[in-house]
Each structure stands twice: as structure tokens, then as C-alpha cells.
T-cell receptor, first 114, second 122 residues
Framework: DSGVTQTPKHLITATGQRVTLRCSPR?????VYWYQQSLDQGLQFLIQ???????AKGNILERFSAQQFPDLHSELNLSSLELGDSALYFC?????????????FGPGTRLTVT | AQKITQTQPGMFVQEKEAVTLDCTYD???????LFWYKQPSSGEMIFLIY??????QNATEGRYSLNFQKARKSANLVISASQLGDSAMYFC???????????????????FGQGTILTVHP
């Protein structure tokens, strides 16, 4: 158990809909990273938050947005969903390991868009 | 250009034998970190081992060791004494930069390779 929690575990929705994925980092971790794993694109970094502020942005679509709240949990909002958005979405939080900050992943949310 | 390349889509190994999973990387940043993660069929991502670019010795964690050849830009994962439970997808990943800035905050996205499916036969 990495200590990172994600809800829901599975989500099935229709095209055009909007969903929210939730992540709670490990206790004390200030950084949250979101990744998308799809068959087409593999594992890709989407966005990072640190203590409530956006720190880095990757290949995140404009239809997607995220935020980190004062209690450090984070939400990833996906709107106008398309079939190609079906993927496993991971959240990771940073822990200090051997002089650097490493990432431990949550169990993921499997999104299926029909 | 691919920053992380895993050339072996699939690998097979006999139980109790050792196996090497290949990973090459490309970066111009002198400071970087290399990681291996395991993803079983259940889907979770499990951190296995880390090697920093300035580390003088190859990293080891139990049955996992990282064969780091900086000049060749390779960071191969060696699993000794394979077990049936080692059957999974394995990802190599790289973080460029030191992983934190002067303010002590953390940054550093991970860039992943395409993965290698390892199957351990009894």
C-alpha cells in the first residue's frame, strides 16, 4: 500500500459527460502528480500541483483541469469526454528518498467512456 | 525523440533464474534520476528501484539491481532468482533535474518507457 488513495476505482460514463477523479496524497506529501495510461499513448504526465499551486503541465488537454485543495487532496476534472479518454488515471505523491523526491502511485481510476 | 526506450516488448524467464530488462535513456541534463516500476495485472504501479545520475554505485533493492552504464545511457533492471509473482509489466522512467528547487519544493515529472511484459515460467 503506497498510502496514496484514489476514488473511484472504476468509472463508466458516456461521451460528452464530465467526471471528477479524486486523489489523496500520502500524509505529509505536498506534491500531487497526475498521469494517464492508455494503450495508444502509454504512461503520460498530465499535471503537477504543489501545496495548492500548479507546478508543471504535461500533455493535458484543455478539456481537462485539476486543482489541489487546502487539505492537499486533488481532483482531476475531465469534461466533454471522448472515447479516446478511456484510460487508467494515476495520481502520485512525492516522498523523500535518498536525497531526492520520489513518486509513489495510487491504485488508479479506470475510466471507460462509452 | 524517445527519452526512454525499452526495446523488449516481452521477456520470458524460468523461475529461479535471473533476467535483465533493458532501458536506454536520452537527456542532456547532467542531473537526472532513473526509476523502475512494476505494474501487475491488477494495475497498480509499484516503485522498485532508483538510481541517481551522480550515484557512484549501482542501486540494489533486495532481488532487484540496476545496471547503470552512464556512458552508454543505459539503466537495465536485473531481477535475480525470479519468482512467479514477478510476472508483470515493468516500466523504466526518468526524472530530469534534481527533483527539487532551491526553495525546497518538489518538481520533476516522470517520463516513462513503453514497458516490458515479463512472464515467469514455473
Amino acid at each position: 500500500d503506497s498510502g496514496v488513495t484514489q476514488t473511484p476505482k472504476h468509472l463508466i460514463t458516456a461521451t460528452g459527460q464530465r467526471v471528477t477523479l479524486r486523489c489523496s496524497p500520502r500524509s505529509g506529501d505536498l506534491s500531487v502528480y497526475w498521469y494517464q495510461q492508455s494503450l495508444d499513448q502509454g504512461l503520460q504526465f498530465l499535471i503537477q500541483y504543489y501545496n495548492g499551486e500548479e507546478r508543471a503541465k504535461g500533455n493535458i488537454l484543455e478539456r481537462f483541469s485539476a486543482q489541489q485543495f487546502p487539505d492537499l487532496h486533488s481532483e482531476l476534472n475531465l469534461s466533454s469526454l471522448e472515447l479516446g479518454d478511456s484510460a487508467l488515471y494515476f495520481c502520485a505523491s512525492s516522498v523523500h528518498y535518498r536525497g531526492t523526491y520520489e513518486q509513489y502511485f495510487g491504485p488508479g481510476t479506470r475510466l471507460t467512456v462509452t | 525523440a524517445q527519452k526512454i526506450t525499452q526495446t523488449q516488448p516481452g521477456m520470458f524467464v524460468q523461475e529461479k533464474e535471473a533476467v535483465t530488462l533493458d532501458c536506454t535513456y536520452d537527456t542532456s541534463d547532467p542531473s537526472y534520476g532513473l526509476f523502475w516500476y512494476k505494474q501487475p495485472s491488477s494495475g497498480e504501479m509499484i516503485f522498485l528501484i532508483y538510481q541517481g545520475s551522480y550515484d557512484q554505485q549501482n542501486a540494489t533493492e533486495g532481488r532487484y539491481s540496476l545496471n547503470f552504464q552512464k556512458a552508454r545511457k543505459s539503466a537495465n533492471l536485473v531481477i535475480s532468482a525470479s519468482q512467479l509473482g514477478d510476472s508483470a509489466m515493468y516500466f523504466c522512467a526518468m526524472r530530469e533535474g534534481r527533483g527539487k528547487n532551491a526553495g525546497g519544493t518538489s518538481y520533476g515529472k516522470l517520463t516513462f518507457g513503453q514497458g516490458t511484459i515479463l512472464t515467469v515460467h514455473p
